[in-house]
């Protein structure tokens, strides 16, 4: 993302490492800023390495006890949650600086924070997608919508692994 946006990625006492590491390796994919969460179920299984990617080397993995708290005057509040009155995702329009807040995987965000969202947002499918799959989608929707100038040659030799060589052929008719 460009130098000017600001993207915080808030969990609400996410529960399962494995979907915390996934989130993280979303937040490294997406050139998120930070990844916020709070409550004590996350904490005591961060002991279960789950980011494959060690993206807490690169990206802040900080636990808070309120997740709005120390942000900009300017950094807009998004919840992401099947709420009722919520505005669809391809309705949206991603603010340049926010903080996307997202339900533990098992409750909805608290009421207190939806009340001091700027936006609540939901993505429309049908049932609920796990914690990771909606950052996931979230953070896709936010970058396919952006401005933002991508070197698609480099970026795909950049970004596969070394298992991936595949080259797409010039030729189609063969």
């Known amino acids: 993302m ?3 946006t600001l993207t915080i990625i808030g969990l609400c006492n996410p529960k399962s490492p494995t979907n915390v590491g996934a989130v993280m390796r979303a937040a490294g994919c997406y050139q998120a800023d930070e990844v916020r969460f709070n409550g004590e179920r996350f904490a005591k299984a961060a002991k279960y390495h789950t980011d494959t990617k060690d993206m807490t080397r690169k ?17 807009k509040i998004v919840c992401v949650e099947l709420a009722e009155g919520a505005t669809p995702l391809p309705q ?3 603010p340049e600086k926010a903080i ?14 939806v009340d001091q969202a700027d936006e609540v947002v939901y993505i429309p499918t049908i049932g609920c997608m796990n914690l990771a799959a909606t950052v996931n989608v979230l953070l896709y929707d936010k970058l396919a919508k952006s401005n933002q100038e991508i070197d698609h040659a480099t970026r ?12 797409v052929s010039c030729d189609k008719s063969q």
């Open 2 to 4: 460009s130098k000017n």
């Open 59 to 75: 990206i802040a993995l900080n636990q808070m006890v309120s997740l709005t708290d120390n942000l900009d005057s300017d950094v």
């Open 92 to 94: 949206f329009q991603h």
């Open 100 to 113: 996307y807040i997202f339900g533990p995987e098992d409750s909805s965000i608290p009421q207190p924070i």
């Open 156 to 167: 795909v030799v950049q970004s596969r692994d070394v298992n991936n060589r595949l080259k």
